[in-house]
């Protein structure tokens, strides 16, 4: 059996520890991670070199190769340790806790304006999601189809989404949940990142809130549980904390090339997927900027 310490946990998984035992499952294995689930919720143990996210284990270990763990097999969690199977054992003593403190939305929204501008057209020419980006030629007919989905669904919800009903914006977001390929389909990183953004407004009028939740509904059974548990928590402002360091970077940062290097990071998660929230989360700003400006001018006449 392969001991490791454990070099962080997140809120979430702290609070499992709290009971004696409990019995875990593992769900899927990969190099740098595996996902476990604790009374049909997942969580997640990862290696050294991935960032801080919610219901996350860091472990101090470089990968996951030669653990000899694979999907179905059992083990358990207790206040002490995580063990699976007799193959790894997580030293759980003395672990510091990680929490996601997502910033509020601004009251001087400058810097949030020219930030998202920065970062579109930094999406558009360095971006890893193929649908966004502004010239891609080596595109199978699969991916072409795909692509024009993505743009025109993401479009369509983006564009209608300050005139339509709650229930028409439902609707236009039910088209993305699920669609596109990979571990968490393209339209649902999109969607984990518009939720983040509208977490970050306290500003009940927009009614953001109870789209998140209908749209968290639709997603349990419209999608992989990898993504439905990305959509939980980005509707209660929880991410992981590379994301959490771009959205603040947007909303205070200066500097051009600040805002370049914290997308960059957020880029390299996934294939596309950090690409994909990313957009979300820019579109997801830009309409509460206009919700908002839409606010102040009603309140004038």
């Given at each position: 059996m392969k001991h490791v310490r454990a070099l962080s946990m997140d809120k979430q998984f702290k609070e499992m520890t709290n009971d004696s035992k409990i019995v875990l499952i593992v769900h899927s294995v990969f190099e740098r991670t595996i996902n476990i689930l604790i009374e049909d919720e997942l969580f997640t143990l990862a290696c050294s070199q991935i960032d801080n996210a919610p219901a996350t284990l860091?472990?101090?270990?470089?990968?996951?190769n030669g653990c000899d763990i694979d999907a179905n097999m059992r083990?358990?969690?207790?206040?002490?340790?995580?063990?699976?199977?007799?193959?790894?054992?997580?030293n759980l003593t003395s672990t510091p806790t990680w929490e996601c403190q997502l910033i509020?939305?601004?009251?001087?929204?400058?810097?949030?304006?020219?930030?998202?501008?920065?970062?579109k057209r930094e999406i558009g020419r360095k971006g890893h999601a193929r649908w966004l980006l502004e010239k891609e030629s080596k595109l199978t007919a699969f991916d072409k189809e795909m692509g024009r989905m993505l743009r025109e669904r993401t479009t369509?919800?983006?564009?209608?989404?300050?005139?339509?009903?709650?229930?028409?914006?439902?609707?236009?977001?039910?088209?993305?949940?699920?669609?596109?390929?990979?571990?968490?389909?393209?339209?649902?990183?999109?969607?984990?990142?518009?939720?983040?953004?509208?977490?970050?407004?306290?500003?009940?009028?927009?009614?953001?809130?109870?789209w998140s939740e209908l749209i968290v509904k639709e997603a349990k059974s419209n999608t992989n549980i990898i993504s439905y548990s990305a959509l939980r928590y980005a509707a209660i402002g929880q991410t992981r904390e590379t994301?959490?360091?771009?959205?603040?970077?947007?909303?205070?940062?200066?500097?051009?090339?600040?805002?370049?290097?914290?997308?960059?990071?957020v880029m390299e998660i996934g294939s596309s997927s950090g690409t994909e929230m990313a957009w979300g989360i820019l579109n997801g700003l830009t309409l509460l900027l206009k919700q908002e400006e839409q606010n102040d001018n009603t309140s004038k006449n």
């Open positions: 860091v472990i101090d270990l470089p990968d996951f083990g358990f969690l207790s206040p002490e340790k995580v063990e699976i199977n007799g193959s790894l054992s997580i509020d939305f601004p009251t001087d929204k400058k810097d949030l304006v020219k930030n998202i501008s920065i970062a369509l919800l983006i564009e209608k989404f300050l005139t339509s009903s709650t229930n028409q914006n439902i609707q236009h977001a039910k088209q993305l949940i699920g669609l596109g390929q990979g571990l968490t389909p393209s339209g649902d990183d999109f969607l984990v990142g518009f939720l983040l953004a509208f977490s970050m407004n306290k500003n009940e009028n927009f009614r953001q809130k109870e994301v959490g360091l771009f959205i603040e970077a947007l909303v205070s940062e200066k500097k051009e090339e600040s805002i370049k290097q914290t997308l960059s990071k």
